[in-house]
C-alpha cells in the first residue's frame, strides 16, 4: 500500500489568514489563541495529521487592543526561570504589555495553546505580525528600519499595528475570499468558461 495518498503539494500548500484584533467582534484572548492555534495546526483541513506540519500562516494585527476579562491584565502572571538559584523572575500581564506589547501576550497564549512537542517552534514562527522594536529604551516603529536590520536584531519582535508587508499573501481578509481575484486564477477561470 502507497504511503504517499494525499501528501502532494498542492494538499499541503499553506494559505494566509488575516486576525484583526482591534475589531468589536473579536473574541477574548483565549478563545482567539484557541482558534489561532487550530489554523496553525492545520486541523481545520481534512488531510491534517498529527505528525506532519499542514498548518497555514496567520497574521495577526492590532495586538494592542488584545481583550481579557476581569482583572486578568493585574492578576495574570508570567514567570520565567534561568535554573539559577534566586532567579525567578515574575511580571503580571499589565507589565508584559506595557514592557513588550500586546502581541507578547498573544504570542504566548498561543504558544500555551499548541501541543508541546518538536513541531511547536515551527508552527509558532508562522504566526506574523507588524513589528515593534523593543531594543532597550527604544521603540522603532516604521516598517522601513524592519527589512534593513541583521538577523540577531530581529529576534526582539512583537505584534502590534494595523499595516503588514503580508497582504499580498492573505486568502481572507475581513471575512471575504481573495482568491479569484488573483491573475492565475482569473486566466483558469476564463479557460474553463471558454470550454
Known amino acids: 500500500m502507497s504511503q504517499t495518498v494525499g501528501r502532494t503539494r498542492l494538499a499541503y500548500s499553506r494559505a494566509w489568514h488575516h486576525v484583526s484584533l482591534s475589531s468589536p467582534s473579536t473574541p477574548t484572548l483565549g478563545r482567539l489563541a484557541s ?8 486541523k481545520h483541513k481534512p488531510i491534517w495529521d498529527p505528525s506532519t506540519d499542514c498548518g497555514d500562516y496567520v497574521v495577526a494585527t492590532g495586538c494592542s487592543d488584545v481583550l481579557v476579562t476581569g482583572k486578568k491584565m493585574q492578576q495574570k502572571k508570567y514567570y520565567r526561570h534561568s535554573t539559577r538559584p534566586g532567579s525567578l523572575k515574575v511580571i503580571n500581564m499589565e507589565g508584559l504589555v506595557r514592557k513588550w506589547g500586546g502581541g507578547e501576550v498573544l504570542k504566548k497564549a498561543v504558544r500555551g495553546m499548541l501541543p ?3 513541531l511547536r517552534d515551527d508552527r509558532l514562527a508562522r504566526l506574523k505580525g507588524e513589528w515593534r522594536f523593543c531594543h532597550g ?3 522603532r516603529r516604521a516598517m522601513g528600519d524592519w527589512w534593513g536590520r541583521s538577523r540577531a536584531d530581529k529576534r526582539g519582535i512583537v505584534f502590534e499595528g494595523a499595516a503588514h508587508p503580508y497582504r499580498d499573501n492573505l486568502v481572507k481578509f475581513d471575512g471575504r475570499t481573495r482568491i479569484p481575484k488573483l491573475a492565475e486564477v482569473k486566466t483558469e477561470i476564463m479557460k474553463l468558461k471558454s470550454i
Open 137 to 139: 529604551a527604544r521603540e
Open 35 to 42: 482558534r489561532i492555534a487550530i489554523l496553525l495546526m492545520g
Open 116 to 118: 508541546k512537542n518538536r
